[in-house]
């Protein structure tokens, strides 16, 4: 999923002369505003040849051969490039393809120099008018001088262009820095109340950081002097000389979007506004964009510092305000060494590091020489482990660490990294340490639901460590059936920090054996680094994308090669959206993804009545393959999940075939827990390193996939299996239902369904030693050709293994398909077991 984004504005620069000059000096939330009439001559910037340079600074187009490469990178040949010594900044150029036209006037990169380092993901002007936003449309993107030093400048009108927005980028050489003019003009021929002018910020994956409020971790609205975000190489930031009010917006999967505007004034038809700020990049983390960002906003700052010794594993020192509000959150680099510069006042500084907490205060007057002070970091207790599997054999796992009262749950970091998340970390190896605060902690280890959990109680000292030796025994066997996860995000999705390799080291701990990488927009492909690191036996995968629009919502494709470009993505209609996508690669299969989640749900832009296979919207599409009917992000909301499954029943009874499964959309290594629901596929080799896309592909098409959070359904109707096809003569048909899970996972009743209507139900005993929960024979009536899937449930909710979701364990079927009388499907009633031929809007209503 992704958040919905933001198309920064785009301008080319005209030179004006004024008319009748008007010019009358206010001071405004964004610094000096201008207020005049003026006439516009010709744009010169046609003229001028490139590259272009003067005073420090060069303008030119993104080359070919260039270093516009890395997970992250939007930048591709002919965009613009505006450099200086320690900063380069791109911005989208208008040209055919889809993902040009995204970018088309968007500041996409901001480094101080390599590209691949980049965090910002889009950033461009953005006004309301009386509280209204407005939709802004890049017109142009250009080149220009300013005195002796070239500039880029973006233009943007609004949908009834009553405002133009020009927008100059202008680098200042040797400060890692650009000034930002945008000039918004009544181009009407009414008096416009209210405008007010700034940015649309968008570094989704990780949270802001504002003075005052510290790292913004939900929606919330406040006047802040700046914001920044803090990436693995670079941190960047935007300061406002008077500050802007922030709306800090976010969806389901974490920050969206930061929408900063100055303060609202009335234009007159033909007046403009002037609103300045401060774009920043350094190399390291907060603190080498704050003492600059705290200067642009007219507060000069000193340094404080110190050195921890001896130095811990990672540390984190923060400035506080007496009220207990942040100012700024540093990490201490090599040898533990800190600075934090702060604008004059009293503050406390609390340490954070793996032997716990240490805090002091310090009063900072102005002046040039550094503050020393001083922190100690406790000294932590190290944890050591192995897991093996039951022959001894060192296996990957997941683990989690929790305080036993009054020992705190530890944080084991600031970062998102297999080593350490929140309090959980993954092991490749089978082996590792852990560096703890002194207490006692509940240790669990975890390789997803066929095996059983390894649980103890350690204690942890500063001078005694503690040992462990996890042992890890597969309870559930599912000879022929591998299973898979169609929907993970790593850095190539906006919205994610988590690298490639965390990633794959986290599907290969939770027992994931087939993966598909679907980033936004983005085809990535994790072959190349599987190979690399060895586990090419235990995860197979191939490349894919999600599909993300903001017109219909977001759709997986898959195989989808490295290479083959996008589909159009704006201003089309799903039904030649699909269409494209199939023409671009044959044989794709296409998912709809969180079908009802909010306003990225296909079925809710569409306005779909499942019961019906009717939608209201026009160019609505049923030309896909599968639907995800469990979304990880929706774990532990019972409603959402029942109403998904009763919908796409409905949808089956309405004779539309579709294939159901089951995804964990994880986009973190913490609380979204990849492989946390997961697909079942029936195979007939079941070892990763052997199955074929082709083979996968197939399953996929015929339905011989289950999907489940824990429970393992083996489900077969007169000897037939989900996706597969029973004859019968009778006027009932058995069925036989086992079911075999971990004892950690519960499971309460197993029901047979159908043709939509639940047709028998039992309850589960409590779990037996040999873990078999349910074995279950029993007849169904069939009074014509029919389709069956068993769903099987538990009350007792998954948070041992899914910490904080509430999750209920949840397996379900696809179709068994019943031929009564042998003389096939009557028609209408229900698809044949092959993937009917485009069905689309054709059918949906007018």
Do not use: C
Not at 286 to 298: D, N, S, Y
Not at 448 to 471: D, I, M, N, Q, Y
Not at 677 to 686: F, G, M, T
Not at 727 to 744: F, G, K, L
Request: net charge negative.
């Amino acid at each position: 999923m992704v958040p919905s984004l933001v198309s920064p504005p785009s301008t080319n620069l005209r030179r004006r002369r004024a008319l009748l000059p008007l010019t009358i000096g206010l001071t405004s939330a964004a610094g000096l505003v201008v207020l005049g009439f003026l006439f516009r001559p010709r744009d010169p910037s046609e003229t001028l040849a490139l590259p272009l340079s003067g005073g420090g600074v060069t303008v030119s187009r993104v080359q070919p051969d260039s270093d516009a490469t890395g997970p992250a990178v939007q930048a591709t040949a002919g965009d613009w490039l505006l450099e200086t010594r320690g900063l380069r900044l791109v911005i989208g150029s208008d040209a055919a393809g889809t993902e040009r036209q995204l970018r088309h006037g968007n500041l996409t990169e901001l480094v101080t120099e390599r590209l691949a380092d980049d965090v910002l993901f889009g950033l461009g002007p953005a006004v309301d008018i009386q509280g209204v936003r407005q939709e802004l449309t890049p017109r142009r993107v250009a080149p220009a001088m300013r005195g002796e030093r070239p500039v880029l400048v973006t233009t943007h009108d609004n949908a009834d262009r009553s405002v133009s927005l020009e927008t100059t980028f202008d680098a200042l050489p040797q400060k890692g820095a650009v000034e930002v003019t945008t000039r918004v003009r009544n181009t009407s021929r009414n008096l416009l109340r209210a405008v007010a002018v700034g940015d649309s910020v968008s570094w989704p994956g990780a949270p802001t950081f504002a003075p005052r409020l510290g790292f913004v971790e939900g929606p919330t609205r406040a006047r802040v002097p700046w914001i920044a975000r803090r990436g693995r190489e670079l941190s960047v930031a935007v300061a406002y000389p008077d500050g802007a009010d922030t709306d800090f917006r976010f969806d389901l999967i974490g920050p969206t979007e930061q929408r900063a505007l100055t303060a609202a004034l009335d234009l007159a038809p033909g007046a403009y506004q002037d609103v300045r700020r401060r774009l920043l990049v350094a190399r390291g983390g907060l603190a080498a964009v704050a003492a600059p960002a705290w200067q642009a906003t007219g507060k000069p700052t000193r340094l404080v510092r110190g050195t921890l010794k001896p130095a811990p594993a990672w540390a984190t020192v923060e400035a506080r305000h007496p009220d207990g509000r942040p100012v700024l959150s540093v990490r201490a680099g090599a040898g533990g060494r800190f600075e934090l510069p702060l604008p004059a006042g009293d503050y406390t500084l609390v340490l954070k590091a793996p032997g716990g907490e240490d805090a002091t205060n310090v009063r900072v007057e102005p002046g040039e020489q550094p503050i020393a002070t001083r922190l100690i970091a406790p000294e932590p207790g190290t944890l050591r482990y192995t897991v093996a599997d039951s022959t001894g054999r060192p296996l990957s796992a997941r683990w989690i660490v929790t305080g036993v009262p009054p020992t705190k749950t530890p944080s084991l970091g600031p970062a998102e990294r297999a080593q350490g998340a929140g309090n959980i970390g993954y092991t490749l190896a089978g082996e590792g340490r852990i560096q703890l605060p002194p207490g006692q902690y509940r240790l669990v280890f975890t390789h997803g639901p066929e095996f059983g959990l390894w649980e103890s109680v350690v204690t942890v000292g500063p001078e005694l460590g503690a040992t462990v030796r996890a042992e890890l025994y597969r309870v559930v066997d599912t000879p022929g059936w591998i299973s898979a996860d169609f929907h993970v995000h790593a850095a190539p999705s906006h919205d994610s920090t988590i690298s490639l390799e965390d990633r794959v080291v986290s599907l290969v701990a939770e027992g994931v054996e087939i993966a598909v990488p679907t980033d936004h927009n983005h085809v990535t492909d994790y072959a190349p680094l599987v190979a690399t690191l060895g586990t090419s036996e235990r995860l197979a995968t191939f490349s894919g994308l999600e599909v993300t629009t903001s017109e219909w919502g977001h759709f997986n494709a898959f195989p989808y090669p490295v290479g083959t470009p996008l589909p159009l993505l704006a201003n089309i209609a799903p039904r030649d959206l699909f269409a494209e996508i199939r023409t671009l690669s044959p044989g794709v299969v296409l998912q709809v993804n969180h079908p009802r989640m909010g306003d990225i749900g296909y079925f809710n832009r569409g306005g779909l009545e499942p019961a019906t296979a009717q939608a209201s919207a026009e160019g609505f599409s049923f030309d896909f393959d599968a639907i995800e009917v469990l979304n990880g992000f929706e774990l532990g909301k019972d409603e959402v999940v029942e109403r998904n499954l009763l919908e796409w029943i409905a949808l089956l009874r309405a004779g539309r075939r579709y294939t159901a499964l089951g995804n964990s959309d994880s986009h973190r290594l913490s609380r979204e827990w990849v492989g946390y629901p997961r697909n079942y596929l029936r195979v007939a080799d079941d070892r990763a390193g052997r199955v074929s896309g082709e083979e996968i592909v197939s399953a996929l098409r015929f339905g011989r996939v289950l999907v489940t959070n824990g429970p393992f359904i083996e489900a077969r109707a007169g000897g037939a299996g989900p996706g597969d096809v029973a004859v019968t003569e009778d006027d009932a048909i058995n069925v036989q239902v086992s079911v075999r899970a971990p004892a950690w996972v519960d499971i309460t009743r197993a029901e047979i369904w159908v043709n939509g209507e639940r047709a028998a139900v039992t309850q589960v005993p409590p779990p037996r030693a040999n873990l078999v929960r349910l074995a279950w024979q029993t007849q169904v009536p069939i009074a014509s050709d029919s389709w069956i899937i068993v769903i099987v449930r538990g009350d007792r909710p998954l948070d041992v293994v899914l910490p904080g979701l509430g999750a209920k364990p949840i397996a379900f079927t696809n179709p068994i398909w019943i031929d009564r009388g042998g003389d096939g499907f009557a028609e209408g009633t229900l698809a044949p077991p092959a993937r009917e031929a485009s069905a689309d809007a054709a059918d949906a209503a007018p």
